[in-house]
């Protein structure tokens, strides 16, 4: 059983996490992936395309990246050789490299993708997971490389923070994902999902990192991904997990449009700033009127309450009558999620008879509870396991690092 009393010391040492939007470094090398049709339109005129010609090139750029998912311009047919060329002088497609993939027993994929360097920065490698269920498939797309928030339970937590993912490097972990999966019209093997026709038809920003904290990337990433005439995921088919970071809650509301999940795993502010320790700087309450003043929030657009169930920590019938208490009057639904151990993890997950009366509890109040069925835990793609080994390089190794 956790020790509480020893995780809220660990968790006073720690660094509290301060808003702020670490360095993207996105300087460099402009790819295609990702870009918005105004970018686009910048790419080809810097290409020397005219200007009569441009509006028709974005048309069909956009096809190709997007709804055929080429990674060659020579698949390109209908655009003129010439301007082949000369986009392929001067952009690449995309950049991710695969470094690594595997596969659960369970049909999860996690894939190690590796984005080049962004100005004295150097290469690093972000998870990306797809999780195929009976009437959706679900690809969890991580946002950040590292994390700043230093949640105790979250295998991510454990690796600093070593930069924001720009919108290319997001929007290509799905692209790259359906190329993987076939999922592309006229793609090798593709079949389509039983529920949607595609492989890929829910995307949740919850993979690594803390979307709010990199919000201007993740917003241009889900605006091509949500496109109708590209990628055409619905918005009600996206879903951005956030810890609790109050001041950006209703922007994502306001000019995202999409689904909004909450890391709450806690009904009471001390064991929250164990857990969470962004809770410090933005406590339950404040947490729960931003909740509240969600645009758009209805039956239709409920918010989700991520619980992480750790046994002796937050796992009691009390907390249970507690987590009623808190959400009522928020159209909202809880995911209850078993915890999924990583090496080193000072917790251990609540039994399962434990879970299941929690859950009742929820149940006979009205909400939904679902008890997320963990997933791809044999190569740890879980909720909570992803982690990649890249660091934040000082200035004094960035120099080391540099060629004579």
Known sequence: MANLALLRRRSREAITPEVRVAPDRAEGETQLLG???????????????????????VAQLWHWLYIRGVDDYGAMANVAAPVRAALADRFPIGSAEMV?????????????????????????????????????????????????????????????????????????????????????????????????????????????????????????????????????????????????????????????????????????????????PLNKKYPIAELMDACRAYPGLSNARRITFEYVMLKGVNDSLADARALVELIRGIPAKINLIPFNSWPGSPYECSDWETIEDFADIVNRAGYASPVRTPRGQDILAACGQLRSESKKLSARERRAAEPA
């Open 35 to 57: 870009a918005s049709r105004e970018e686009l339109a910048a790419c080809l005129a810097a290409a020397g395309v005219p200007d009569a010609q441009i509006k028709m090139r």
């Open 100 to 276: 690594d993939e595997q596969i659960s027993t369970d049909g999860t994929r996690k894939w190690l993708l590796r984005f080049p360097a962004r100005g004295p920065g150097a290469p690093v490698e972000v998870e990306t997971v797809y999780i195929p269920e009976e009437n959706r498939g679900t690809l969890c797309v991580s946002s950040q490389v590292g994390c700043t928030l230093n949640c105790t339970f979250c295998h991510t937590g454990t690796q600093r923070l070593v930069r924001n993912l720009t919108a290319h490097e997001i929007v290509e972990q799905v692209v790259f994902a359906r190329r993987r999966l076939g999922d592309f019209a006229g793609g090798p093997g593709a079949s389509g999902g039983p529920a949607t026709g595609r492989m890929v038809s829910n995307i949740v920003l919850m993979g690594m990192g803390e979307p709010l904290y990199n919000f201007d990337h993740v917003k241009a990433a889900m605006a091509v991904a949500s496109d109708g005439d590209g990628l055409s995921l619905s918005k009600r088919r996206i879903t951005l997990s956030t810890s609790g970071v109050v001041p950006m809650i209703e922007r994502v509301g306001r000019e995202m449009g999409v689904m909004l999940a909450i890391s709450l795993h806690a009904v009471r502010d001390e064991v929250r700033d164990v857990l969470v």
